[in-house]
């Protein structure tokens, strides 16, 4: 059974920082890129970031650029999305995503297995 679990949420003031962890089992970790998504009430699920699998390439949302940092540890089977610098706009619940062909990092249907989410409230 494939899993991922994504930990690491929670509520914080604007300019505050929180990192996500994603831990995946049931699959050979370092064949998938690994996708952070979020959703935000009342509108469509977004893609933050994503790492690839091969050699460690990065992508970013614009809005996020300069301040979320996404790694991998394939020794861990475990991805991470830093978040520094966080604003009330980034309040969603972010989801972690896995997918072995992904082409367009933000495309959600090239991910094929996903996590249950975790909160991220930013409020002063």
């Known amino acids: 059974e494939v899993q991922l679990v994504e930990s690491g949420g929670g509520s914080v003031q604007p300019g505050g920082s929180l990192r996500l962890s994603c831990t995946v089992s049931?699959?050979?970790?370092?064949?998938?890129?690994i996708g952070w998504f979020r959703q935000a009430p009342g509108k469509e699920r977004e893609g933050v970031s994503c790492i690839s699998s091969s050699d460690g390439s990065t992508y970013y949302k614009d809005s996020v650029k300069g301040r979320f940092t996404i790694s991998r540890d394939d020794a861990k089977n475990t991805a991470y999305l830093q978040m520094d610098s966080l604003k009330p706009e980034d309040t969603a619940v972010y989801y972690c995503a896995a997918g072995q062909w992904v082409v367009e990092f933000d495309a959600s249907d090239e991910y094929e297995h996903w996590g249950q989410g975790t909160q991220v409230t930013v409020s002063s």
């Open positions: 049931g699959v050979t970790f370092n064949d998938y890129a």
